[in-house]
């Protein structure tokens, strides 16, 4: 953009003339700039000459910049026109759900060589699914076929050991404390190889448990 362009842009934008960049966007841009650099309204007001007060107002679109106030913004803030008049980073918003599951309370989905737990199954359209397992599987035979799902996986080991198989690789041993993360796509299965049996804790992303 040139330096005319510049100019141009600047004056529409300061007379309400052009939608190119609206107020409010302007504002949130220039307090996202701000706060990216850990400046207060005191430090903008310092490097740009403006006043305070004028920095809140054009931050909280109770004004619209003059094209003298966006010159000062520019050089103060020591950026371009097309950085100030980038549009905003969007805002992430929480909905603060929550999904509390007590100790014993999880939904039960017990299979031949597993007894899953499910953990937070009351959370619908989650992006997680976590489970606590007691590996009764004593033997990769007891398997009649790899168990595989959609996404990846991460597994910590709570009680006993185990070994884990994968499809592309040799059996890897894990004892309490360990932990894994690997594609869940992959064929894979747990076997028990303590006393007890083993117990472990696993988060998956998408895909349902087998």
Known sequence: MSANNDQTAALQIAAG??????????????KEIRLSNHWTLEDVSKRTGLARSTLSKIENDHISPTFTAVQKLINGLDIDLP???????????????????????????PTPTYEHELLSWQLAQKHMTPFKTIVRARSFSEFSEWVRHDGE???????????????????????????I??????????????????????????GQTS
């Open 17 to 30: 003339r052009k939608a190119f960049v609206e107020p409010l966007q302007l504002g949130e841009r220039l």
């Open 83 to 109: 950085q100030l008049l980038k549009q905003p980073k969007p805002q992430s918003r929480t909905m603060g759900r929550r999904d509390l599951t007590r100790a014993g309370e999880g939904q039960q989905h």
């Open 153 to 179: 996986e991460f597994l910590i080991v709570l009680e006993g050991a185990i070994l884990l198989y994968t499809e592309f690789y040799e059996p890897l041993r894990l004892e309490r404390g360990d932990s």
């Open 181 to 206: 993360y690997f594609d869940s796509d992959m064929g894979h299965a747990l076997v028990s190889i303590s006393d007890e049996d083993a117990v472990v804790l696993s988060v998956c992303s998408r």
